[in-house]
């Protein structure tokens, strides 16, 4: 299965729950908010999750809004960020990055539930 489909799949299934639970009105569309220390969202990464999302009927600015923090290669910028998505709130945040991303985001959350991780091969 590819990368993308995986991806796209487990944040499908992630907001899905809510989908399910209750009629969705416009105010209520589920957010995913992407941590990364990329510097734009039109890479081929994260058009495969877009793509992904879409294999499963999640749209962006549709029916999901994705909100994007990209620190452009500066690791500083990212608590902040993360810190940010997490007051929006985001039903998920998923980090681009590795490790030390992901512990930025789980330090934002103080939780952990709602950190996945992703790393492209």
Do not use: W
């Amino acid at each position: 299965m590819k990368r993308r489909s995986v991806i796209g799949g487990l944040a499908a299934f992630l907001l899905m729950p809510k989908r399910l639970g209750a009629l969705e009105t416009a105010a209520k569309i589920p957010r995913i908010g992407i941590l990364s220390l990329a510097g734009q969202s039109d890479t081929k990464i994260f058009d495969g999750f877009r793509q992904g999302l879409a294999d499963f009927g999640y749209i962006d600015g549709k029916n999901i809004t994705i909100e994007y923090r990209l620190a452009t290669g500066d690791f500083s910028r990212l608590p902040a960020m993360a810190a940010e998505l997490a007051r929006l709130p985001v039903q998920i945040i998923i980090v681009d990055g590795g490790a030390n991303v992901t512990q930025v985001a789980h330090e934002a959350t103080r939780t952990g539930l709602n950190c996945t991780g992703f790393r492209p091969t």
